[in-house]
């Protein structure tokens, strides 16, 4: 939300959870008007007609919601190519040897190609995608880029 925020100049109150459930509670209550959640959060309150996607962050619709839209496809020339992702990776202790970190790589590849793990994730809502550790940093270093001045704009800090 801080991210369409800041591209779109809008204003809209931040108000922090504790976690998913409750942001759904007070905005299927009605003290919010509107969330950004993984949609697994979502998808019992939608069923039930009590929330309604508005739209996917990711550059391309959502397997598992064909019928929502990209927030790019919203037709606001400044979000055109949005793109706004969660993800998870692994990481080790710096100076974990080499030797050990391409072993656990290795197994985690293996893992993420395995068509029972990768049917159980896609499932559960996640895109397995896998990869060198160079490309895992190589993506850490372009979100921090990407976030920093979001982050900076919003106020927000780790105290």
Same mark, same amino acid.
């Given at each position: 939300?801080? !991210?369409?925020?800041?591209?779109?100049?809008?204003?809209?109150?931040?108000?922090?959870?504790? &976690? #998913?459930? *409750?942001?759904?509670?007070?905005?299927? #209550?009605?003290?919010t008007q509107l /969330?950004?959640?993984?949609?697994?959060?979502?998808?019992?309150?939608?069923?039930?007609? %009590?929330?309604? !996607?508005?739209?996917?962050?990711?550059?391309?619709? !959502?397997?598992?919601?064909?019928?929502?839209?990209?927030?790019?496809?919203?037709?606001?020339?400044?979000?055109?190519?949005?793109?706004?992702?969660?993800?998870? &990776?692994?990481?080790?202790?710096?100076?974990? *040897? %080499?030797?050990?970190?391409?072993?656990?790589?290795?197994?985690?590849?293996?893992?993420?190609?395995?068509?029972?793990? %990768?049917?159980?994730?896609? &499932?559960?809502?996640?895109?397995?995608?896998?990869?060198? *550790? @160079?490309?895992?940093?190589?993506?850490? /270093?372009? @979100?921090?880029?990407?976030?920093?001045?979001?982050?900076? %704009? #919003? &106020?927000?800090?780790?105290?």
């Amino acid at each position: 939300m801080e !991210y369409i925020k800041a591209i779109t100049a809008t204003f809209a109150v931040h108000i922090p959870f504790n &976690g #998913s459930p *409750p942001a759904v509670l007070a905005t299927v #209550s009605g003290q919010t008007q509107l /969330m950004a959640s993984v949609p697994t959060a979502l998808t019992p309150q939608v069923k039930q007609g %009590r929330l309604k !996607y508005l739209a996917v962050t990711s550059a391309h619709r !959502y397997a598992l919601l064909p019928d929502v839209p990209t927030v790019a496809e919203s037709g606001v020339p400044e979000l055109k190519g949005f793109e706004a992702l969660a993800w998870n &990776g692994v990481l080790v202790a710096a100076g974990t *040897p %080499r030797a050990v970190v391409e072993r656990i790589n290795s197994a985690l590849n293996a893992a993420l190609n395995d068509p029972a793990v %990768r049917e159980r994730l896609k &499932g559960a809502g996640l895109d397995p995608v896998g990869g060198s *550790p @160079e490309q895992f940093t190589q993506l850490i /270093m372009q @979100e921090s880029a990407k976030w920093a001045p979001i982050i900076q %704009r #919003s &106020g927000a800090r780790i105290d």
